[in-house]
């Protein structure tokens, strides 16, 4: 007699789609330092196993000074981007589920889970704005290094009252971290 299992989750009530398993497949990042937000992201773009873009831009712009960190779905974060308002130099996440939680620091996407302990133990209020592009950078290059759905090069923004300044670390620029 076979035996059967029964999803303590499931209700008629619930789609489907609601109880599936979440892939962000990226790393995503935004830090405020003392005179702004950096915000960062790795730039590769999978499908399953599959890399299907190497240079994906997941920092998108809302206006002059709101800029937008995709993970998941892309069609969905666009769609999201497109609604988002809030105010300069303030960090919200919006995890699975559709929490808002103002913060300081945050980080998303499947590489996130392979340095929370790097963040908690480097973070620090009130960083200048070169030590938070530096935090960021080192941040995204762990994750890139130990996250297979991450990868390529990281994309930044420093969002000031002034403006946004972007710019790219290359693979071959990225940082040097032991990896014995």
């Known amino acids: 007699m076979a035996a059967s299992v029964v999803n303590a989750y499931s ?3 619930i789609p489907e789609w609601m109880n599936a398993p979440h892939s962000t497949g990226t790393s995503i990042m935004a830090c405020e330092f003392n005179g702004g937000v950096v915000i960062g992201a790795d730039s590769r773009t999978t499908t399953g196993a599959y890399i ?8 998108t712009r809302i206006s002059d000074h709101i800029y937008c960190c995709r993970s998941g779905s892309a069609a969905d974060t666009q769609a999201i981007a ?10 919200y996440s ?7 939680q103002r913060q300081q620091v945050s980080i998303g996407g499947s ?13 620090k209020p009130n960083m200048s704005k070169e030590e ?12 890139i290094l130990r996250d297979g759905s991450s990868g390529g090069v990281v994309r930044l923004g420093v969002i ?4 946004v300044e972007r710019s790219v670390v290359l693979g071959d620029q990225l940082p040097k971290f032991y990896e014995g």
């Not at 299907?52 to 920092?59: E, Q, Y």
Request: charged share 15%.
């Open 132 to 143: 938070a592009i530096k935090f960021v950078t080192n941040t995204l290059t762990l994750a």
């Open 52 to 59: 299907a873009n190497r240079v994906t831009d997941k920092l």
């Open 160 to 163: 000031t009252e002034a403006g």
């Open 11 to 13: 209700d008629p009530c």
């Open 82 to 91: 497109d609604i988002v308002t809030y105010h300069l130099r303030q960090i």
């Open 111 to 123: 590489g996130s889970s392979y340095v929370y302990g790097y963040v908690d133990a480097n973070f």
């Open 94 to 100: 919006v995890p699975i589920g559709g929490m808002v």
